[in-house]
């Protein structure tokens, strides 16, 4: 059982360049969650995905940010433009549907931006 | 909206010794989910322990123990016989049992040191 897999695990843009984060869940899994870190700080969470549907954008930026969960393939946070305020650690996420591990997160090792 | 309070941003123990990291939350839900995730200097989020809202009786896993007063909404997590590998940040994260798509409520963390 792989568990959760991020890529890249490090990431350098320029501004303005695009960034994208790939997650694939656990085996079994059908739901994905975005969460964002700054440095010394919690995690915020950003977005809460099923196959090919958003459950739950509220803690996505307006602008620049999407995400998306194919039927096919991994998760995806994508970045537009970016800015260095967007430079953080990106954590994915997954949970199944049903049973005992419902409420129970299994986080992938993360994302690390830097934006120069 | 729910939201989760950790007030000791810095804690530190001597190896072997017990430590109690604290955590309240504020919700006006009488079922949910209530976790401590570690995340050691690799960086990778691991569940700790588990509490269900409707469970009277505190969990435990090992060393590791809750002290859940679901009047107080407090959360607290007792390590004992700390050891060196317990050095880490400690998330307290909340997640509500009714509403479908609810995400994971994060406090802000706490940076345990275990000192030799």
């Known amino acids: 059982n792989a568990g959760v897999m991020q890529n890249p695990r490090h990431l350098v843009r320029r501004r303005g360049q695009e960034a994208r984060l790939r997650c694939s869940p656990m085996?079994?899994?059908?739901?994905v969650y975005w969460y964002r870190q700054l440095p010394e700080e919690g995690l915020k969470f950003m977005v809460y995905?099923?196959?090919?549907?958003?459950?739950?954008e509220s803690g996505m930026p307006k602008e620049r940010f999407s995400a998306e969960f194919p039927k096919e393939g991994p998760s995806i946070l994508r970045i537009q433009q970016v800015v260095r305020g967007d430079s953080a650690a990106y954590f994915c996420?997954?949970?199944?549907?049903?049973?005992?591990?419902?409420?129970?997160?299994?986080f992938g090792a993360g994302s690390r931006l830097t934006v120069l | 909206a729910q939201t989760v309070t950790q007030s000791q941003p810095e804690m530190s123990v001597q190896e072997a010794e017990t430590v109690t990291l604290s955590c309240t939350y504020d919700?006006?839900?009488?079922?949910?989910?209530l976790f401590w995730y570690k995340q050691p200097p690799s960086r990778q989020m691991i569940l700790v322990i588990r509490?269900?809202?409707?469970?009277?009786q505190n969990a435990t896993e090992n060393r590791f123990s809750v002290n859940f007063q679901k009047a107080a909404k407090s959360f607290s997590l007792k390590i004992s016989d700390s050891q060196l590998g317990d050095a880490a940040m400690y998330f307290c994260?909340?997640?509500?049992?009714?509403?479908?798509?609810?995400?994971?409520?994060f406090g802000p963390g706490t940076r345990l040191s275990v000192l030799p």
């Open positions: 996420a997954s949970s199944p549907v049903q049973g005992t591990g419902a409420n129970v997160l299994t």
């Open positions: 085996k079994g899994h059908s739901h």
């Open positions: 995905l099923q196959k090919e549907n958003i459950i739950d």
């Open positions: 919700t006006s839900e009488s079922d949910y989910y």
């Open positions: 509490q269900e809202a409707y469970k009277q």
């Open positions: 994260a909340y997640r509500s049992a009714y509403i479908y798509g609810q995400n994971f409520v």
